[in-house]
């Protein structure tokens, strides 16, 4: 689901196609024109226009094998792009404790126009779990992170998303507006979203927004396979994330942040790492 697309603004499309394009070589280093094409959805000859544009401005190289990666240009405005360390560090011991107590993987996400995105993760010590990777997106109308985040997010940011489309994941997504409605009005009650088998059967997610100084700064959650959530580890996972949003809103309450919404990018989608067994 492309964010970007389900935007009014005026766009430029060969902007957008080279973004794209950029965000897809990320995800195949060292991948050949024709790779890269078939992988983003392009034709040959755009392909090749927009990297003949993009090679002598230092945005992407060519290796050895006449390969394509990331040019040095990126790690150059890598390091002047936002990144939320402040909420990072901020919540940084308290990621380590949600991950002893339920052993399950522990995310913090933020808003990045009309999806969340994982800053930082804590994996799970089980053998068999799910992942998600930093920088991986969803949809904010799926999924603990992303409703948590949506119940807290400026009303034009809800109106965006409730006028669809919403995409069903599973049987259980949140596919209509006045179900999701219902939903973020419930989260802005309880401050917490229990999503069950809304994005994937058979895994969970806790999720908790955090809002310092009436400003919505991200979310964290406990997620993992259903079958390991029990009412005794439903409602500790409640509460432990509760606390933990409520601390970390505590120690950035003195720190001014970004507002979420003036983050943007087209999607690719979920990036998730899937099942892991070891």
């Given at each position: 689901m492309s964010t970007s697309a389900r935007s009014d603004k005026p766009q430029v499309r060969a902007v957008r196609a080279a973004l794209h394009l950029l965000e897809t070589l990320s995800q195949h280093e060292g991948a050949s024109l024709t790779h890269l094409a078939r992988q983003a959805g392009l034709s040959n000859n755009q392909t090749f226009r927009l990297l003949a544009t993009l090679e002598p401005?230092?945005?992407?190289?060519?290796?050895?094998?006449?390969?394509?990666?990331?040019?040095?240009?990126?790690?150059?405005?890598?390091?002047?792009?936002?990144?939320?360390?402040?909420?990072?560090?901020?919540?940084?011991?308290?990621l380590d404790r949600l991950a002893e107590l339920s052993g399950e993987l522990v995310l913090l996400a933020v808003r990045v126009g009309l999806e969340r995105m994982v800053v930082d993760r804590r994996p799970s010590r089980y053998s068999l779990r799910v992942d998600w990777a930093v920088g991986s997106r969803l949809p904010l109308h799926v999924g603990g992170l992303g409703v948590a985040l949506l119940a807290f997010s400026p009303p034009?940011?809800?109106?965006?998303?409730?006028?669809?489309?919403?995409?069903?994941?599973?049987?259980?997504?949140?596919?209509?507006?006045?179900?999701?409605?219902?939903?973020?009005?419930r989260v802005r009650q309880q401050r917490v979203r229990i999503s069950v088998d809304d994005w994937a059967v058979g895994e969970f997610s806790i999720a908790a927004p955090v809002v310092a100084g009436g400003t919505l700064r991200g979310a964290l959650n406990i997620a993992g396979f259903t079958a390991r959530l029990d009412e005794r580890r439903r409602e500790t996972y409640i509460a432990a994330v509760r606390e933990a949003a409520e601390a970390v809103a505590v120690g950035l309450s003195t720190t001014p942040g970004p507002r979420a919404a003036g983050l943007s990018g087209p999607s690719q989608g979920a990036g998730r790492t899937g099942l892991t067994r070891r």
């Open positions: 401005l230092g945005y992407v190289v060519r290796d050895a094998r006449k390969g394509y990666r990331l040019g040095p240009k990126l790690h150059l405005l890598g390091e002047r792009a936002f990144w939320p360390h402040d909420l990072i560090r901020a919540a940084n011991p308290h034009e940011v809800q109106e965006a998303v409730l006028a669809g489309p919403l995409e069903r994941f599973t049987p259980y997504t949140l596919a209509s507006p006045e179900a999701l409605r219902a939903e973020l009005e």
